[in-house]
């Protein structure tokens, strides 16, 4: 450790010699200054190890690491600078960063990252400068990545495969001054449109402003992202997509059907109720005709009663 703290350009052949028997640690074949390890285009396909414990600033671009151990990162716990540009890391764990919280530069581009776990930069409340760009299989970010790393000056977005940011995700991120968007499919429906009036009234430099552009919807698309605010608003507060006029059509078919259920049960209980009256009313006349009936017999049989006790009386 006490030699490793300061060595000197004897030291490095020396310890290039002696490997690393004298206890003297520097990863094979990397390049250890004052505080700093440079371990740049060596092939690498896991961190190496043996990285001296004050390390401030690591160089690991251009290896094929695929995975950053977070106990032996966690021992760096006076690292400010890491570049790890041009691996092939695939993930960001919650814990990957945990000891490194003094990090102050993050260089990840030109990885192969799919997945940043919502937590894996919350320690990193000191970090300024943050490059993930040209992850291609990078397709989302959640809202709470950026809730801790309120001190981001510069943030390097490009050439993912983002197709969505949100307002939420950039809420915390109030010294954020740089912002680099471009090269990624934006889709600009209206989930972007909090992200795109974000972006006309936070004032950030966006030096690629004019290839940040929408690939989708096709109405929008070459539409820089900066400028697609209001157009977005437009489209989204004032105007119905094709989900809402699905909507009111299957609203308008429901009332349609309960109408027509309605008719027609109106109508079948009209029917029924006619029939009944009509029921009783037949009832009514039949007993009447019954009545009548009996009475015109009466009349008549009286009458012939009569008339058979005259006829003869006439003869
Ligand atoms: C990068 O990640 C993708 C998706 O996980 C995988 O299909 C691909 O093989 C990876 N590329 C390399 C070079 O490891
Ligand atoms: C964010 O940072 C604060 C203080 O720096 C800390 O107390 C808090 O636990 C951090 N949040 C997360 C999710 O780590
Ligand atoms: C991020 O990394 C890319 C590729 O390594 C580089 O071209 C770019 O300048 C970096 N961005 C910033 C803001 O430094
Ligand atoms: C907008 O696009 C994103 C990504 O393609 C999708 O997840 C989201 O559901 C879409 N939102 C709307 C309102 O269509
Ligand atoms: C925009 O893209 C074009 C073509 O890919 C490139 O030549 C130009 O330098 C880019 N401009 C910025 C500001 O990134």
């Known amino acids: 450790m006490s030699l490793a703290s300061g060595p000197g350009p004897g030291w490095l052949l020396f310890s290039f010699g002696m490997g690393l028997v004298?206890?003297?640690?520097?990863?094979?074949?990397?390049?250890?200054?004052t505080q700093e390890v440079i371990c740049t285009g060596n092939q690498f396909t896991a961190y190496p190890p043996d990285i001296p414990l004050n390390t401030r600033r690591l160089y690991l671009d251009n290896n094929r690491i695929t995975y950053l151990p977070a106990m032996n990162l966690g021992l760096l716990s006076d690292l400010v600078y890491l570049d790890c540009k041009k691996?092939?890391?695939?993930e960001v764990m919650d814990y990957t960063?945990?000891?490194?919280?003094?990090?102050?530069?993050?260089?990840?581009?030109?990885?192969?990252l799919t997945f940043i776990s919502?937590?894996?930069?919350?320690?990193?409340?000191?970090?300024?400068?943050?490059?993930?760009s040209n992850n291609p299989h990078l397709l989302y970010l959640h809202k709470y990545t950026f809730a801790n790393t309120s001190s981001l000056r510069y943030l390097d977005l490009r050439n993912t495969g983002l197709r969505l940011l949100g307002h939420d995700d950039f809420h915390h991120l109030v010294t954020l001054r740089t912002l680099y968007l471009s090269g990624?499919?934006?889709?600009c429906n209206c989930s972007f449109l909090d992200f795109t009036i974000y972006l006309i009234v936070s004032h950030l430099d966006h030096p690629d402003d004019l290839n940040a552009t929408c690939v989708e919807p096709t109405e929008l698309s070459g539409w820089p992202i900066t400028?697609?605010?209001?157009?977005?608003r437009y489209m989204c507060i004032t105007h119905l997509d094709r989900q809402d006029y699905i909507f009111l059509l299957l609203i308008g078919f429901c009332i349609f059907a309960a109408g027509t259920v309605a008719a027609w049960l109106t109508g079948v209980c009209a029917v029924l109720y006619e029939d009944a009256r009509r029921k009783s009313d037949e009832d009514e006349t039949e007993d009447e005709m019954g009545q009548r009936l009996d009475v015109s017999q009466?009349?008549?049989?009286?009458r012939n009663e009569s008339a058979h006790d005259g006829f003869p009386q006439l003869i």
């Open 184 to 187: 990624n499919p934006w889709n």
């Open 298 to 302: 009466q009349i008549l049989q009286s």
């Open 118 to 132: 919502p937590y894996s930069f919350s320690v990193l409340s000191n970090l300024v400068h943050l490059n993930i």
């Open 87 to 90: 691996n092939l890391i695939r």
């Open 97 to 112: 960063f945990i000891g490194v919280f003094k990090l102050i530069y993050l260089d990840l581009s030109f990885n192969n």
């Open 227 to 232: 400028r697609v605010g209001n157009p977005l």
């Open 22 to 33: 004298s206890g003297s640690k520097c990863p094979h074949n990397c390049l250890c200054q």
